[in-house]
């Protein structure tokens, strides 16, 4: 555990409140401008305590991807039918094992509303599809496949595309946060910035009635007339939390605003909350959809382990568990098809005419990178990959000359989207407050605690073991939006 303390505070130790609203959200992402739009849209006083300077988080760093589905204007438009049986199957399968079957049925069976939800806070999406593998697409397409039509997933449910995008260009969570913001503002919510919660304040009967903060170094007391809604995001910023519950992503980068240290689970544990699935990351591998699919990606030991036409987090999830470092292998043919837009700047490092040199330029041994491309070449001369799975359409012989991509040497697609060098793993944490549909948060027995709700990473949402992109703004506002009518009813 973490060693700054977060004990709770007692309300007979707090002489005096200087703030008090009926509802309290705390942290302003996706999760909490979702709660503050809720809870003051249903007649609830509210204020949202951000520690930065102002609202944003993670989210407004964020691609913008939002998964949603089960027959938007988007997909009709776009010509894909769609149903949440479909969407829950995929889900499902995508998000697990252990995906969470209650919240998960929620979110697909309410997810048409839940799109219009955003489009009614002012965000527009076109009704086109970006049909190319690609970690983002570089253009305002509002419709992008999200690993629906990857093997296993195209057996389990019908292939329908439901990764939707805002109207912007490469990333777009900037955009759903400055709609989100200013559609709680509009709605009364007030915000105080520059204030880090640092404990909750509780009554004698143990239920949840503020919050103590630091705003400039001035200890500021907050009363919650009906609830606390803790939106503080996750914990991939705190090395001791990470090293306690979800060491897998030590040592890699963090796909975060710097601020995810896991402050509002601790504030709640600290009271007897539980913790869910605080094991599960999501990860990226700084490794081009584009080119792997093209080409082949490959372990230190020069093997494959799996389809790389599935959804990139799931080819990162794969290298995470396999030994590094991982190579993307590709040839001259391959590499020349890949469309500019989506290259992001990335160029082989190691070219050779055959596999042997290439073998000894990376340190793979002798043979074993012969082995894996001889394997997969008799394979694709028959349109077949028995052992992953890829997709017929991306299946084609290799041939000399071969070229190496190193996923550690970041992207630099140009702009301020560049992926610096690292381990060519980054990620965030999935796992947080065990919390009901409502997001009221439960105690180590199950009970909820009075007064006290979270969501967004704050929160364990509908993931089980795995994740796809969009299900981290889009569960945290789902469940955000349900956490503030909750707590706005006292
Ligand atoms: C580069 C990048 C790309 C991504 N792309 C996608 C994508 O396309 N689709 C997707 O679904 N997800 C994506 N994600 C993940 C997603 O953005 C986050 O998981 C999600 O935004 C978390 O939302 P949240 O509201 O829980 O937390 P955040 O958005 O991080 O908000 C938490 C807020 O709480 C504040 N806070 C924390 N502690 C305190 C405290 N003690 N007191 C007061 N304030 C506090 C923080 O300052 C922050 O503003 C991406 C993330 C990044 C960084």
């Given at each position: 555990m973490s060693s700054r303390p977060v004990r709770p505070v007692p309300?007979?130790?707090?002489?005096?409140?200087?703030h008090e609203a009926d509802v309290l959200v705390v942290g302003f992402g996706c999760a909490g401008a979702a709660a503050a739009f809720e809870a003051s849209s249903a007649g609830a006083d509210v204020i949202v305590l951000e520690r930065a300077g102002g609202p944003g988080g993670s989210s407004a760093l964020s691609g913008g991807e939002l998964y949603l589905g089960g027959g938007t204007r988007v997909q009709r438009a776009c010509g894909f039918d769609d149903t949440p049986d479909e969407m829950y199957a995929y889900l499902e399968a995508a998000l697990g094992p252990h995906a969470d079957a209650e919240k998960l049925r929620l979110y697909c069976d309410e997810s048409v509303e839940h799109f219009e939800w955003f489009r009614a806070r002012g965000l527009t999406f076109e009704?086109?599809?970006?049909?190319a593998p690609s970690w983002?697409?570089?253009?305002?397409?509002?419709l992008m496949w999200l690993?629906?039509?990857?093997w296993p997933y195209n057996t389990i449910a019908r292939p329908v595309p439901r990764g939707h995008r805002p109207a912007?260009?490469?990333?777009g969570g900037w955009l759903i946060m400055e709609r989100l913001a200013s559609a709680a503002h509009e709605a009364g919510a007030r915000t105080h910035a520059d204030t880090l919660a640092t404990a909750l304040v509780v009554d004698e009967s143990g239920r949840v009635v503020g919050v103590v903060a630091s705003n400039y170094g001035k200890t500021v007391h907050y009363r919650a007339r009906r609830g606390v809604v803790l939106t503080t995001g996750g914990f991939v910023d705190d090395e001791e939390m990470l090293a306690d519950?979800?060491?897998?992503?030590?040592g890699h980068g963090k796909v975060?605003?710097?601020?995810?240290?896991?402050s509002g689970i601790r504030m709640a544990a600290a009271l007897g909350a539980a913790t869910r699935r605080m094991a599960q990351v999501e990860a990226a591998l700084t490794a081009l959809p584009a080119m792997v699919c093209r080409g082949m990606l490959v372990n230190a030991r020069g093997q494959r382990f799996i389809n790389?036409?599935?959804?990139p987090g799931m080819f990162s999830h794969a290298a995470l568990h396999n030994p590094a470092p991982w190579w993307v292998i590709i040839d001259e043919e391959g590499y020349d098809a890949i469309p500019e837009r989506d290259l992001w700047g990335v160029r082989p490092q190691h070219v050779a005419e055959t596999l042997a040199e290439l073998e000894e330029e990376l340190g793979i041994p002798a043979g074993a990178l012969e082995t894996t491309v001889a394997t997969y070449n008799r394979h694709a001369a028959e349109?077949?990959?028995?052992h992953f799975h890829k997709n017929p359409a991306w299946l084609r012989e290799l041939k000399p000359p071969f070229a190496a991509v190193n996923?550690?040497?970041?992207?630099?697609?140009?702009?301020?989207d560049a992926v610096p060098p690292g381990t060519g793993i980054a990620g965030f944490t999935l796992g947080g407050l065990h919390t009901t549909v409502d997001g009221a948060v439960l105690d180590v027995s199950g009970s909820p605690i009075a007064g006290l709700f979270a969501a967004g990473r704050a929160s364990s949402g509908i993931h089980g073991e795995g994740y796809v992109s969009g299900t981290s703004l889009g569960d945290g506002t789902f469940f955000g939006r349900r956490a503030g009518r909750a707590a706005a009813g006292g």
């Open positions: 309300l007979s130790q707090v002489e005096a409140f200087e009704e086109s599809m970006y049909d983002m697409p570089p253009t305002r397409d509002g690993g629906e039509n990857a912007a260009e490469n990333f519950h979800a060491p897998v992503l030590l975060s605003d710097g601020l995810d240290d896991g790389e036409d599935v959804y349109g077949d990959d028995p996923p550690a040497l970041g992207f630099d697609p140009g702009g301020s």
